[in-house]
């Protein structure tokens, strides 16, 4: 394999070979999993849904799902289309709006996948810097994009743009915006959610997924938001039946049961400041995280040998061999007693 199809094999979630889930005895703080059940909703939805009628196809345009999502997002049905999971929309918006030798704006550090797809659809990558706390930085509109990437909160700080930042981007750019709100279930301040504004921009694409508030990642579900049009146009790229019977039954009961989800997520955040208040005393600079992960900073240190001595202890986090993030950690917030777990052998390692 060469070129971009090596590159998207080594962009999923941070696959690493010799680190899946199959593998037991591992606690897995590296791909930002949930680390509590989906609602036991879908669990019942499920099991009625596995009988005679698994021979028919799917809706295919995933009509009760989005006929669910609309009322619980307060838009209409025809301002979402699901996916097989938010990386399947993230593929059909380049294929949607980016040709070769298009320009494509983009933050720098973000979430992986971003540069794979644009070099897949040959467009040019126009990146901008961070700035060292992880704030908008300015200049991404200058870039003259076809589209323009902003995911909040941002992978893998964990760091949230204010929605009068993000609607003042979208109002600058000048081609279409993709706010990528993978993690916004977990964020501090509530109406972090660019989805309103879907009704005033004509350029604004808002990216869900069920993998990590709603614990659905083994079913593979996304939604995006967006203004009728634009909606309108991915149908006609996407394939014919993206999603299965069983994920679109799960999916629906899980948006019939959102206390369940706001439940584990507002665990999660007590979760996260324990984890970041431990790793502050441990001398780690740690962003604050509206996520369910946290980066954690040792200025100038490589951390590679204490992301292999972990690994060699059965924990997993994320490390990325890359520049600007070598003296970083990325550490999903798991359970409890996983955090336990990570803290005691990081303090046994002296890391
Ligand atoms: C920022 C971001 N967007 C999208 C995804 C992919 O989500 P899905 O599982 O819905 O494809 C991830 C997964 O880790 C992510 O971190």
Known sequence: MSGPFRANVAAMAGYVPGEQPQETG????????NPYPPSPRVGAALRKAIDASLRLYPEPLSDTLRAAAAVVYGVEPSN????NGSDELLSIVLRCFVESGDRVALPHPTYSLYDTLIEIQNGVRAAVDYPADFSLPAGLAAQN???TFLCNPNAPSGTLVSLAEVERLARSVSGILVVDEAYVDFAESEGASAIPLIRRLD???VLRTFSKSFSLAGLRIGLAFAPAEIIAGMMKVKDSYNL???SLTA?????QDLPWMARNARRIQKSRKKLSA???RMGYEVYPSHANFVLARKNGASLKPVYEELKRRRVLVRYFDAPGLRDCLRVTVGAPKEIQALIDQMAALGA
């Not at 979402?80 to 996916?83: F, N, P, T």
Request: proline content about 0%; cysteine-free.
């Open 26 to 33: 591992f606690i897995k703080l590296n791909t930002n999993e």
């Open 80 to 83: 979402i289309i699901a996916g």
């Open 145 to 147: 994009a076809a589209l």
């Open 203 to 205: 350029n604004l694409i």
């Open 244 to 246: 299965n019977r069983l």
């Open 251 to 255: 999916a629906t009961a899980a948006l």
């Open 278 to 280: 431990a790793l502050r």
